[in-house]
């Protein structure tokens, strides 16, 4: 933990085995629109893999900090953002409502999930899909596309309160997911090996896998477990 870029040494599947034996403001060069550039085991086991220094290369989705899968435009990005940390961004519209983006956006959202305040489901959005997000870029394009409202919905909590949860329409989740891939071509580079959350093969599931590894393998003294009462409630 104290060695400054790297994660844990090894990381684990979650399935453990059920046998046991053996600042200026600048663009990327050549963007639209963009101004000139101031600057084995048991039957059931899943063998673990090493990680690599500073950010991981997996790739469990389309979007990821690696090469993999991501446009040359994005690409492109996310090499500026690699050479110049402190470099600001301008002109990163056209990367959400290109359809390529927008389509792997859709490919992306979970097929069950609940329907939005439109009652739109994946399935019925993807019938029509190509006109629906041509129809969709060319609103992002001209700044007529609007957010819908979110439903809201509650999850039961072990301690008898209820979680509240905001149900998204469709549109606005390919929407969503479309800028979270652009913005990832910039900030993960900033992120460390073993920086955990909502990242492209850093989730919190990869943080407990890590934390076993860590605490099965390594000689332990204390565990330190904090928690942010209403972390999500409050604004502030």
Same mark, same amino acid.
């Given at each position: 933990?104290?060695? +400054? ?5 090894? &990381?684990?599947? %979650? ?9 200026? *403001?600048?663009?990327?060069? #050549?963007?639209?629109? *963009? ?5 084995? @085991? =048991? *039957? /059931? *086991?899943? /063998? #673990? ?14 979007? %990821? ?7 040359? /435009?994005?690409?492109?990005? $996310? ?5 110049? !940390?402190?470099? !600001?961004?301008?002109?990163?519209? +056209? +990367?959400?409502? !290109? ?12 097929? @069950? ?6 009652? &739109? ?24 596309? $609007? ?33 979270? /891939? ?12 073993? =920086?955990?959350? @909502? !990242? ?13 590894? #860590? ?7 204390? &565990? ?9 409630? +409050?604004?502030?």
């Amino acid at each position: 933990m104290n060695d +400054h870029g790297k994660s844990d040494r090894w &990381v684990v599947p %979650t399935k453990l085995p059920n046998k046991d034996r053996d600042g200026q *403001a600048t663009s990327v060069p #050549g963007e639209p629109g *963009a101004p000139e550039t101031a600057r084995p @085991s =048991s *039957a /059931e *086991a899943v /063998e #673990g893999s090493r990680l690599a220094k500073g950010n991981s290369l997996q790739r469990p989705m389309l979007r %990821t900090q690696g090469r993999v899968g991501m446009s040359p /435009e994005l690409e492109r990005v $996310r090499q500026a953002a690699k050479q110049d !940390r402190q470099m !600001r961004f301008t002109a990163l519209l +056209h +990367h959400v409502y !290109r359809l390529d983006t927008l389509c792997a956006a859709y490919l992306r959202l979970k097929r @069950s999930a609940a329907p939005g305040v439109d009652g &739109v489901t994946w399935q019925q959005y993807g019938e029509h899909l190509e006109a629906n997000l041509q129809d969709l870029a060319a609103r992002l394009k001209r700044g007529a596309y $609007r957010a819908q409202p979110t439903r809201r919905s509650y999850i039961p909590k072990a301690d008898g309160q209820r979680r509240p949860l905001g149900v998204t329409a469709l549109e606005d989740k390919i929407v969503q997911s479309a800028l979270v /891939e652009v913005l990832n071509a910039i900030y993960e580079v900033d992120f460390l090996g073993f =920086s955990y959350g @909502s !990242r492209p093969g850093r989730s919190q599931h990869n943080a407990l896998d890590a934390l076993w590894v #860590g605490i099965a393998r390594s000689k332990v003294n204390w &565990v330190l477990d904090a928690d942010i009462r209403g972390f999500n409630d +409050h604004s502030s």
